[in-house]
């Protein structure tokens, strides 16, 4: 399995837990605080990694790297994007330069 269809997958199971918003899902309780709380959180783990890599730990980069992509995912999924779009966006700017 590649990177991006890990993330595709994973991606599934977020849109999955929303649509069916098991009582024991932090991602469907998220989801339905709404844009701005999932936003709010993409911007909270942004600051997070930044961090972690300023003290160049990689244990805690990695984890919140972790963090960072799935608030993402869960963003871009609210947002009825994908990380394919984002992925072809990426791939549009490589062939631009």
């Given at each position: 399995m590649t990177d991006v269809a890990f993330?595709?997958?994973?991606?599934?199971?977020?849109?999955?837990?929303?649509?069916?918003?098991?009582?024991?899902?932090?991602t469907a309780k998220l989801a339905a605080?709404?844009?701005?709380?999932?936003?709010?959180?993409?911007?909270?783990?942004?600051?997070?990694?930044?961090?972690?890599?300023a003290v160049q730990d990689k244990v805690r980069v990695t984890a919140e790297a972790a963090d960072l992509i799935y608030?993402?995912?869960?963003?871009?999924?609210?947002?009825?994007?994908?990380i394919g779009d984002v992925v072809e966006e990426l791939e549009r700017r490589h062939t631009a330069v």
């Open positions: 993330l595709e997958r994973l991606q599934a199971v977020i849109k999955q837990r929303i649509a069916t918003a098991p009582a024991s899902s932090y605080q709404g844009v701005l709380k999932v936003a709010q959180k993409v911007g909270e783990e942004g600051v997070e990694l930044a961090l972690a890599a608030h993402l995912l869960l963003l871009l999924e609210l947002r009825e994007l994908s």
